[in-house]
């Protein structure tokens, strides 16, 4: 019973290199997030979405781009790092019925991640 | 415009004494839901409580309960007796019925001392 894994934990990345965090959830979750946390600022959405094969901006999605193949996993690329996405990376789903909110996120233990 | 607002960035309370960490929240969509979460030093985010905003009873949760003042906009976490594990970040957060994202606050650091 897993939940949310996020790989991988820890990465340090030069400025312009590329990489790739993943999200997996075995829950059958419908919707996926991808947050970053940064200090005084809590926790902005970068992109999310709603289904398998769909993906949708958030709140701070320059720098970032995603993908949804798979139900079960929700990548988050960065095609050419900068110092500003040096950040702890929350990956989140949930399955809410329509028009309920009393669903929570199941959040992923996070991806501390450093651009030099 | 959505927002949730937490104005404590920093919080110390005395082991086993009472504290309330404040938040903030605007909306004009009628359905929505608040929650806390907590996030211990080690990094993971812990659901503590939810409050519907149709909900007419504050919500509780063993020590932890939910001060909802739809009126003012307000949905203060109170920590009862508290432990030295309750050291902590804690967010509040905000969805609607409209769309499944959530709102998150700032955080309040809070410092339980021995």
């Known amino acids: 019973n897993a939940g949310v894994t996020q790989t991988p934990k820890f990465r340090v990345l030069k400025t312009g290199q590329s990489m790739t965090l993943l999200c997996a959830q075995d829950?059958?979750?419908?919707?996926m997030y991808w947050y970053r946390q940064d200090p005084g600022m809590g926790l902005r959405l970068i992109h999310y979405?709603?289904?398998?094969?769909?993906?949708a901006k958030g709140e701070v999605p320059d720098g970032y781009n995603v993908s949804r193949l798979k139900k079960q996993n929700f990548l988050l690329g960065l095609e050419s790092a900068a110092p500003s996405q040096t950040s702890v990376y929350f990956c989140?789903?949930?399955?809410?019925?329509?028009?309920?909110?009393?669903?929570?996120?199941?959040f992923g233990s996070g991806t501390r991640l450093t651009v030099v | 415009a959505q927002k949730i607002t937490q104005t404590q960035p920093g919080m110390f309370v005395q082991e086993k004494e009472a504290v309330t960490l404040d938040c903030t929240y605007d909306?004009?969509?009628?359905?929505?839901?608040l929650f806390w979460y907590k996030q211990p030093s080690s990094g993971e985010m812990i659901f503590l409580i939810y409050?519907?905003?149709?909900?007419?009873q504050n919500a509780t949760e063993g020590r932890y309960s939910l001060n909802f003042q739809k009126a003012r906009k307000s949905a203060n976490l109170v920590i009862s007796a508290s432990q030295l594990g309750d050291s902590a970040m804690y967010f509040c957060?905000?969805?609607?019925?409209?769309?499944?994202?959530?709102?998150f606050g700032t955080g309040t650091r809070l410092k339980v001392l021995a």
């Open positions: 989140a789903s949930r399955d809410p019925p329509p028009g309920q909110t009393n669903y929570g996120y199941t």
């Open positions: 979405s709603v289904g398998e094969g769909t993906t």
């Open positions: 909306t004009s969509d009628p359905s929505y839901g």
């Open positions: 829950m059958n979750h419908e919707y």
């Open positions: 409050q519907g905003s149709y909900d007419q």
């Open positions: 957060a905000m969805t609607h019925s409209g769309t499944y994202k959530y709102i």
